[in-house]
């Protein structure tokens, strides 16, 4: 009797594969997050775990959540936060990336230039890229630039930490020093820095 890997023996018919690539994708090929759509400010969870804590009294359960919020106009902050469960923890995370809000320069949809920068065991090197580029990055990094409203840049990190939320708090460490060398850049040249960047046509 012939083998037949491709028949599911419980149902009589073809086994279906898992293929990582059925979700939707963007232009360049690449799975879309699940991003909340929202008036103001999209959001997108880019973390979540169970956090056990022992105590003299025994272990006590709580949930960490790391989200991310932009408005695709180059505002884009992230938040960390904890709760006795996940609906408290987002909400509370959620707050937490208000209040760590920050405005990126885009010029032309990409960044003005490029920056290296390090926090914590995460080291981070974004670069503007051409028009019709995209977006070069992936996991967490690649959410911030999406949700932050840059069409085409590259970024890589350069080794230390796989944690999403040390290489969040890079790239969004990375786009502050991108806009304080910008605003710098332009005081010293007596331009006047609008609070808001100007997109591209």
């Known amino acids: 009797m012939e083998n037949n890997k491709n028949t599911d023996n419980r149902n009589g018919g073809p086994k279906r594969s898992f293929r990582s690539d059925s979700r939707e994708k963007d232009s360049n090929g690449m799975p879309l997050r699940n991003i909340v759509k929202n008036n103001d400010f999209d ?10 804590r022992v105590t003299a009294g025994g272990k006590r359960m709580s ?7 932009g408005n695709g106009k180059g505002k884009v902050g992230i938040g960390t936060a904890k709760g006795s469960d996940v609906p408290q923890a987002i909400d509370k995370a959620k707050k937490e990336a208000m209040r760590n809000l920050i405005t990126v320069p885009i010029i032309k949809n990409t960044i003005p230039f490029q ?3 390090k926090y ?3 080291t981070i090197l974004i670069k503007p890229a051409k028009e019709g580029k995209g977006v070069i990055a992936g996991g967490v990094v690649r959410d911030i630039m999406i949700l932050a409203g840059i069409k085409n840049v590259t970024s890589k990190l350069l080794g230390g930490s796989h944690s999403a939320i040390n290489n969040g708090k890079a790239a969004i460490k990375a786009l502050e020093e991108i ?3 910008y605003t710098l850049k332009n005081e010293q040249k007596g331009k006047k820095v609008v609070a808001e960047p100007v997109l591209a046509e």
């Open 120 to 122: 914590a065991a995460s």
């Open 179 to 181: 806009t304080r060398i």
């Open 43 to 52: 959001q997108l969870i880019a973390d979540i775990r169970r956090v056990t």
């Open 63 to 69: 949930f960490s959540v790391t989200m991310l919020l």
């Open 115 to 117: 920056v290296q920068v």
